[in-house]
């Protein structure tokens, strides 16, 4: 069926979202070792002059500086050029682009390729360049310093500000330290438990790291189909997923102009991008899966690899005996490139070209330090397929996977679903942690029931706030679109805010020291009633203060001692206020007295008070 | 400070939203038993005529009838007028209307009261009148059969279809029954472990049960301010809430006309209605907490027993003791009845007068069998104050008052945080269980972090799944306004389906026979792609649709084996349907040649395939 969207576009890329966030400006910082790194952060003013800034994780890139000049076709800076320069990679002439890396698009409507020009690298056969391979043979790369730096500032200002105020939380057996060093996300790279994915050819780079001991970091996924959307749009989606709060970013385009498309993204992109290499292998086999093969994909993985894509999708844990295992499921193969897989071999009966050549596959991805997110093809895509044998046979291939991986030097995640309700998920954590060897798990989800099309982000934002608190290193999120049709800008924003909630509601559940400092200035200010520092605090400014701006919309409203919902008479936080420094006068003279009262207190029973004389 | 707000208005209310919901309609059925009684569900036919409708409980009452002829004025018919009057209540005169029970306001701004007219009833001392009485003297209710039959057919019709699919789950020591029997009902209500909050007065009402061992139950807020909102607004608020699920709804005016407006409420109410007399009380005493007795309280007690409200919040577990014990919180006292009451015992140095008189307060509402929901006054407002000596000093007091209220005939629940990190939550359910001697919980999400305003639902969407699970028996739901304004329309909406998400959720996860029927038609639906049964399967059909229709607006993408998020090559569910009656035949192959394969198999080294011939 071909369909013809009057939405396609074959315009390129002119211009994104910029400018700071309301409320906050962008700053950059550098590590005392390396004071010619930038490291950015998102800092948000107070209007109380007495209270130090909140400085938050920032992974939206230059796009939200004051005054950020932005020239798509240039790029973005290129902050890793002298790191990658030193490591002596080869340079590369690179793969001669294709007719069907495009889909074969006619030329009028082919989307002319990000002009923007790179140097391509590839490392050497027995050369080190993966994170993984330096983390092992003890070195700390530029990229660790930068991401722990990353991770870190935040927690220093949580110390600071943390006085009598420790973090409590249970991080079922997680081991998230005081304070991260180097080195820390060095030893975390090299156990396996955390991956830093950053392709030696993705150079404008922001490096951040993913793991259960780090904060929870969320992805969001963009893309066109055959259907819909053209390049801008996923440009734009890209900058306003990271905008918004997205730590990576997928595209998982599978219409036209994917390459082209492609180099638009990685040349404008802050965060590391992942891709599902099968579906452009598909598209360039005329959408087929029989006609797949692994010439066909090996040479996508080199295209991809070169073009700097940080993370690939493999489902190499779809095996032919697994098929068998979803004939009884509800919904079947949910995951399309699972079910590409589970096609191509039931088809020809035989076994996963992707797990024979999984050696192969490493090999080429360790030369441009390509991680692995180890696909779950076989995740459940309802309730009633929650935890099944299919499932849980193919987690345990990924297990043996992740080792060959790692054996040839390469980094690891393992995604998750998907489907299962609340009582089923820690099971999937636990089993995940135990097959895998502790490699950074990375979920979809879950959806915590099936009933709710159009809230999907809510239906899934439970069980992703639960898994991560569990240990789940990334949280994929899922649009209020989710099974009815592609998210919108909206839609992008709202998978993303209610993701970095359950990311940030999982933080917090595990104790991490720096997560409660961010909850307790916006609770203070709320307290305080200064209006504007609890929307400049909150996730998303902009909404907070036009819903405020609904009811009591002027200025004298956003320093008034009341709100909307009950009234000057009626506001709980003013009456509280007005007590609170005859409690505290109470309490002080309690203490003051507290040797001599104590007998007489006994005395009368123990009440706690004594009438007023 | 005065607030003149053009949107009050005073004209009494004309019309509310009816109708069926899409794709569904209103049946009525019996209990064998009863062949009189009435008891509604919602109806969803499938397009797959081989496939048997399914029925959901349906909270919304005579509004969502086809065709449904409403008529404010005369309110709903009153269902229970038969029951009630034959337990042999005294007809009363009623207590007269005062000026100061619609805050004194002038003539040109009162809103007429409701002039339905309705006997009034009393029982008389010693003579049993509450649900909790008469099932502790083994005495099964029309109420009971009526509640246990809603919460039932449902469950006959899971059990119909549940054949080799039993529903799993975790139910932390709960006991729910393959089967809710009316004395199943009496049994549960005679523990105290569930309530059937039914007014005598409140004839309108479809009766429901609330407990740990029934369906998790969800409560929408609605109410005016001092600063927005009149009478016509709250009653399509009420109607408009239940249509999507809201099981019970309290008022929480604080306003002008709050005698009025309720009036209009009850009578046309399908649920029970709940409200918290102080805020009255306070209006009552122009809004100054210290000028608040036990007289003006106990006549606005008698006020809104008379007038039908079915359970009443009490924060008579605020006692002077505790309030120093809020002195170093981040937010102090956040409930409007809890900063209330201590402002009052703080400014006299006194007990609360709700614990003094907590007797006679039992005695007046045993009178009209209103149900307790003690509530929590000293709820945690931030993450910081979450579970501290406050909060859990509270919940003691309120199992010493459940026991109290218990001896004297009341039902009773217990209300909950509030702001609670996920670590946490489950603290709160096991001590409120054992506080309060498994009386039900009824909680305000709880809130997972505090740093979303604008996303509240969502903060305690997550929370209120997981305290749901836990054991929690009713969800209070949390809009997106909430901390920023008066929820409008949309929000009440959003915010009733967030919650019934919740509810769902913990339902599934509890292992509720029933819940999972629902999902997996949907599910089913989704596979078997029947997009107008997907729709109108889920929570909110008109949204999903509307969501489809955004890319594929043409009704031949209704019945497309494919959707906008993989267009037509990339369906994983189109693949896997191709796949299935393939890998079906191959099942049932393997199983007839099971016996004579096994040694083969062993042989070729367990090999699960073997390559085709």
Chains 1, 2 share one sequence.
Not at 108 to 122: F, H, M, N, Y
Not at 171 to 181: L, R
Not at 258 to 276: F, Q
Not at 551 to 563: E, I, S
Request: glycine residues 8%; contains cysteine; proline residues 6%.
């Amino acid at each position: 069926m071909n369909i013809q969207n009057p939405k396609t576009k074959i315009a390129a890329p002119q211009s994104v979202t910029t400018g700071p966030i309301a409320g906050s400006r962008k700053v950059y910082a550098a590590p005392a070792s390396h004071p010619e790194m930038r490291v950015p952060f998102r800092e948000i003013a107070l209007s109380d002059a007495s209270l130090a800034p909140i400085r938050v994780y920032d992974p939206s890139g230059p796009y939200t500086e004051d005054g950020a000049s932005i020239d798509l076709k240039q790029g973005l800076p290129t902050l890793r050029e002298d790191w990658i320069a030193a490591r002596g990679f080869g340079a590369i002439e690179g793969r001669a682009v294709k007719p069907e890396d495009n889909g074969n698009v006619s030329a009028d409507r082919l989307v002319a390729p990000c002009p923007a020009e790179r140097k391509l690298r590839r490392s050497a056969d027995g050369q080190r360049v993966t994170q993984y391979e330096f983390a092992k043979a003890g070195i700390v790369t530029e990229e660790m310093v930068y991401a722990a730096f990353r991770e870190n500032l935040a927690r220093e200002k949580a110390l600071e500000g943390a006085a009598g105020r420790r973090a409590d939380g249970e991080d079922f057996g997680a081991a998230i330290p005081e304070f991260v060093t180097p080195e820390f996300v060095r030893d975390e790279i090299a156990l396996g438990r955390a991956i830093l994915p950053a392709n030696i050819n993705h150079l404008e780079l922001e490096p951040m790291v993913i793991g259960r001991n780090f904060l929870v970091k969320v992805n969001a996924n963009i893309g066109n189909s055959a259907v819909t959307s053209g390049a801008a749009e996923e440009v734009e989606k890209l900058v306003w997923a990271t905008r918004w709060g997205a730590d990576t970013v997928m595209d998982l385009s599978t219409g036209r102009n994917i390459h082209n498309i492609r180099s638009w993204i990685l040349r404008n992109s802050p965060v590391p991008i992942g891709t599902v290499p099968i579906y452009q292998a598909l598209e360039k086999v005329d959408g087929d899966p029989l006609k797949l093969d692994w010439e066909v994909f090996k040479d996508t993985l080199i295209e991809q690899a070169e073009q700097g894509v940080d993370y690939f999708t493999i489902h190499a844990g779809v095996r032919l005996a697994h098929v068998p295992l979803t004939a009884s499921r509800v919904t079947g193969i949910v995951s399309r490139g699972g079910s590409i897989m589970a096609r191509w071999c039931l088809a020809g009966h035989r076994e996963s070209f992707l797990y024979e050549h999984f050696g192969d596959i490493c090999d080429i991805m360790r030369r441009y330090d390509v991680s692995f997110s180890l696909g779950d093809g076989l995740r459940p895509g309802s309730i009633a397929d929650a935890n099944d044998a299919a499932q849980f046979a193919e987690l345990e291939t990924l297990g043996e996977l992740t080792k060959i991986a790692w054996d040839r030097g390469c980094q690891v995640m393992i995604e998750g679903p998907g489907h299962v309700p609340m009582h089923k998920i820690k099971q999937n954590m636990d089993k995940q942690l135990a097959a895998c060897g502790e490699a950074p798990f990375y979920t979809l989800g879950p959806l915590t029931t099936d009933i709710a099309p159009g809230y999907d982000h809510i239906t899934s934002g439970i069980g992703a706030a639960m898994i991560g608190w569990f240990g789940t290193a990334m949280l994929c999120y899922v649009t209020p679109k989710e099974h009815l049709g592609l998210p919108n800008r909206d839609d992008v924003k709202t998978g993303v805010i209610t993701y970095r909630i359950a990311a940030h509601a999982a933080d917090l559940a595990k104790g991490h020291p720096a997560a409660k400092v961010r909850d307790d200035a916006l609770s203070q200010a709320r307290f305080d009633f200064r209006w504007e520092d609890q929307f400049n605090l909150s996730l998303d400014p902009d909404t907070a203060r036009a819903y405020h701006d609904e009811t009591l919309p002027k200025d004298v409203h956003k320093v008034a001692h009341f709100c909307s919902m009950c009234g000057p008479k009626f506001c709980s936080m003013k009456i509280t206020q007005d007590l609170r420094d005859e409690v505290r006068a109470m309490e002080e003279a309690a203490r003051q007295g507290m040797a001599e009262k104590s007998r007489e207190f006994l005395e009368q029973g123990g009440a706690l008070y004594v009438p007023a004389e």
